[in-house]
């Protein structure tokens, strides 16, 4: 029985330690998504600013978790989760251009 009880805490303890997704998971995740291709370059200055270099080229520069949210979401409705080629964002626009070539201009 307590052979059983140390294995329920152990299993228990690892879960918790896996479902904590962190700033960090959330951009590491979303490079791949974006890249839809490998990631060759994956970056976190001190300020908190994170590059993505994809295999193909493609680039990014995100200053915040919400421009990510945004960009997977543009990715999702606008590129059929192609993976995006470019992004850019304004105070009133972002600019984008899908894998497929598809390049477009959205108001906020």
């Given amino acids: ?11 228990a303890a690892s879960l918790a ?7 960090q998971d959330n951009y590491r995740e979303a490079s791949f998504e974006l890249c839809n291709t ?8 001190d300020d908190g600013r994170v590059r993505i ?12 978790e919400e421009t990510l949210t945004t960009m997977r979401d543009i990715n999702i409705d606008y590129c059929d989760g192609e993976g995006l080629g470019k992004f850019n964002e304004t105070s009133k626009y972002y600019s984008f251009k899908c894998k497929s070539g598809t390049l477009l201009n959205i108001s906020k």
Avoid: H, P, R, W
């Fill in 38 to 45: 490998e990631v060759d370059l994956y970056s976190v200055s």
């Fill in 1 to 11: 029985m307590k052979k059983l009880g140390f294995a329920v805490v152990v299993i």
């Fill in 53 to 64: 270099g994809c295999a193909d080229g493609s680039k990014f520069a995100l200053d915040s």
């Fill in 17 to 23: 330690g896996c479902s904590s997704n962190t700033q």
